[in-house]
C-alpha cells in the first residue's frame, strides 16, 4: 500500500492524470510573464465554461486566488516559477515565485517549474527544480517540469528528447514539453507522463492534428492554453480536445465536434 506521502503523492497524481491515463490540462499561467494575454484580460469569464471539460487547471497562485472559486471541483497544478516578463532578455532564467507552505495552502495536486536546458542559465534552472522536487517529494505533491525553450533554439525530437530526460533524471513526475517530429524518440527516453503545450495559436485543424499526433505517439495529454482560450469558439475546442485525448477521435472527427460548437 505504501506509506502516506507514498499514498498523497499517488492521489495527487491520479487525480490529474485520468484512469484511462491521460489528462486534458488547460493552462491559463500566461499572465505570470506576459501580462493580461489575450483570451485572458478577465481570466474567470474565459475559464468558467472550460472548466467542465478540463481535467486540471495550470494557474498562478494570484490567479487562482482571485480569479478562481475555491469550490470547483479541479485539480489544480499551480505554476512555482517565474521571476522574468517578456521585456526581459532573460527571460525564461526562472526562480521560485511561491512557497511549498502556500502551495499547501491553496490545497494544489501538483507544483509546475520551467526549466531552461542548454541555454545560459541552464544550471539555475536545474539547480532551482531540484529543490522544488525535494519540497514535492517531501509533502507527496507531484511535479511538472516545463521544458522552456528560449527564443533562439531548435524544437526537435533531440533536444527535447535531452530536456526532458534531464527533467525526469532530476526528480519530475510529469513533463511538459513541445510537440516535434519524431515525437515516440522523446516519449521513449522518458520514464514519466508527457504533456504537450500548444504553443501559439494556429488553426483549430491544426492544434487538432498536433495533439492527435502527439497522443498517437504516447503522449499522456495536453497542457494546451492559447489554442483552447484564443479559439473563435473556446468550450467548442476543449471539447474537440477532449475528444482527440480521452476517445481517440481523429483530427476530422475532433474538427467535426468544434465546427458543431461541441458535442452537445
Ligand atoms: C509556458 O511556459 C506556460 O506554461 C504556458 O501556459 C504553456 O506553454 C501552455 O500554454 P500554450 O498552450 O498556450 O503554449
Redesign the pocket.
Known sequence: MGDVMDWGMKNRLSRIIQKDGHTVML????G??LGPTTGLEKPWKTIEPLVPYADCL?PTRGILRNCIPPDIDKPIVL?VSGGTSILNENLLHEGIIASIEDAIRLNVSGL?F?ILVGAKYERDTLLTFSEICDMGQEYGIPVLA?T?VGREMVRDAKYLALASRIAAEIGAHMV?TYYCEGFEKVVEGCPVPIVI?????IPERDALEMAYNAIQAGAAG???????FQSSNPPAMIQAVRAVVHENATPDEAYEIFQQGGKE
Not at 197 to 201: E, H, I, L, P
Open positions: 493552462a491559463i499561467d500566461h505570470y510573464f495550470m505554476r509546475a520551467s516545463v522552456a511538459k503545450a500548444g504553443g501559439k495559436k495536453v497542457d494546451m492554453g492559447r489554442n483552447i
